[in-house]
């Protein structure tokens, strides 16, 4: 069975510009989180989605925004990119809102 | 791919060892916790989870202990081998109505020995 799919795999942006992130879950799963890794921490939770819904939000600023569609698929949107965007973006989905995590290999965002 | 374990605490131990890996959790009010596995280039890996109302629990080579009393948990690796060299976290949840909002540690980097 095919697990947590993200794509693109790696991603090179300027400051300034706008990103997309895409995220397919297992099926069957109907929540997706997003999380940032930055190098050499945990990662930090983004979103949850569970249901197309907005279940919670972690303490990004309103230029992180994310959705989920009817097939449970979500995208990850960042606006005006700064340098400090630049992590690795996970995507986790899980059976139900309480349902254990099971992570992609993430999106690795650079930002020059 | 890129190391996950830059700047992390580090514990090296022999093949065939036993591994003990310790967490400090920081939310009185978490009642599910989670270890995680990150190899290199790779998302975390569910190993095992634990809530509040155990102080153990085993899996296939691991156990995780939960001490509430000091919000200590550790995660114990029996006859480590080389796959298991990887950086761990462990992770809390506050199940009632936290949904899958995770608050992960800092991270121990696993180096097995040959």
């Known amino acids: 069975d095919a697990g947590v799919t993200q794509s693109p795999t790696h991603l090179i942006k300027t400051r300034g510009q706008q990103v997309t992130l895409r995220c397919s879950p297992i099926?069957?799963?109907?929540?997706v989180s997003w999380y940032q890794q930055v190098l050499g921490q945990g990662p930090q939770f983004i979103f949850q989605y569970y249901e197309k819904e907005e279940r919670g939000r972690g303490n990004f600023p309103d230029r992180f925004s994310a959705r989920q569609f009817p097939n449970y698929s979500s995208e990850l949107n960042v606006n005006a990119l700064l340098l400090g965007d630049s992590a690795l973006y996970l995507c986790?989905?899980?059976?139900?809102?309480?349902?254990?995590?099971?992570f992609g290999n993430g999106t690795r965002l650079t930002v020059t | 791919g890129e190391s996950v374990g830059l700047h992390l605490p580090t514990l090296s131990v022999q093949e065939g060892d036993n591994s003990i890996i310790n967490c400090a959790y920081s939310?009185?009010?978490?009642?599910?916790f989670i270890w995680y596995k990150q190899e290199s280039g790779k998302g975390p890996q569910f190993i095992i989870d634990i809530r509040s109302n155990m102080d153990k629990r085993q899996g296939q080579r691991v156990t995780v202990l939960l001490n509430k009393t000091v919000k200590h948990l550790s995660l114990q690796i029996a006859a480590t081998q080389p796959g298991d060299s990887a950086v761990y976290f462990c992770a809390e949840n506050i199940r009632g109505g936290g949904g899958n909002k995770l608050t992960f540690g800092t991270g121990t980097q696993l180096k097995v020995e040959l």
């Open positions: 986790a989905s899980s059976l139900a809102y309480n349902s254990p995590l099971h």
């Open positions: 099926s069957g799963h109907k929540s």
């Open positions: 939310n009185s009010a978490s009642d599910y």
